[in-house]
């Protein structure tokens, strides 16, 4: 069972980390400006579910096969690179072939790539590694226990956070971009960038 007092340690942390803008917040950020507000938080709930993945996993010890061999990090790395890629693509060639208004992703599509995009991003598991452990006693109990209540914390924050940047990005999407191209483009660009970020990673 996880201390109070380390809990109440734990989650003013974990929403300083929330609140510093990532991949993620960007990928929301795409999302509501091209989908909608319920796109967005859709996507931000599978960002969170694949955050809960990750959590999993280093409590599972199986994350330190990602700390550990240099090739496992690569093959996730470009797998995500060519994913983003993807998307960046196909969003791309709708904006050029739909009408002005034409819609985004559903909600089930933007939760399922929120979810594919968090797990392919082995900064993720890297960051949960060197960051969780700080806060777990293994005397207080089940390890993998404590993992997945920190994980919970973090996934809620992202949710909220994420969500609501997505939300506040489709209302300005609404008033500021006309047309399903030009925020085809925005959002296509987004994805790119995402893309050539995590290319340039270094594994730290």
Not at 3 to 22: E, K, V
Not at 82 to 99: D, E, I, K, M, W
Request: proline share 4%; aromatic share 10%; hydrophobic share 55%.
């Amino acid at each position: 069972m996880v201390d109070p007092l380390t809990l109440l340690a734990f989650a003013p942390a974990a929403l300083a980390l929330n609140l510093t803008p990532g991949a993620d917040m960007m990928f929301c950020l795409g999302q509501g400006l091209r989908s909608g507000p319920r796109a967005a938080v859709a996507a931000s709930a599978g960002i969170s579910a694949g955050g809960l993945v990750h959590v999993t996993l280093a409590g599972l010890g199986l994350g330190a096969l990602v700390g550990a061999v240099p090739w496992a990090f690569e093959v996730i790395r470009w797998g995500g690179v060519a994913y983003l890629l993807f998307l960046a693509v196909q969003v791309l060639r709708q904006a050029q072939t739909q009408r002005d208004g034409a819609p985004g992703l559903s909600v089930g599509r933007a939760f399922a790539t929120g979810f594919v995009v968090n797990l392919t991003n082995p900064k993720v598991i890297l960051f949960v590694l060197a960051f969780v452990p700080q806060f777990v006693r293994p005397e207080a109990g089940s390890v993998l226990a404590q993992f997945l209540v920190f994980g919970a914390v973090l996934a809620l924050g992202g949710f909220i956070i994420n969500g609501a940047v997505g939300v506040f990005a489709s209302g300005i999407g609404r008033r500021l971009v006309r047309g399903g191209r030009a925020l085809g483009w925005i959002t296509s660009g987004i994805f790119f960038a995402l893309a050539a970020r995590l290319a340039l990673l270094e594994r730290t």
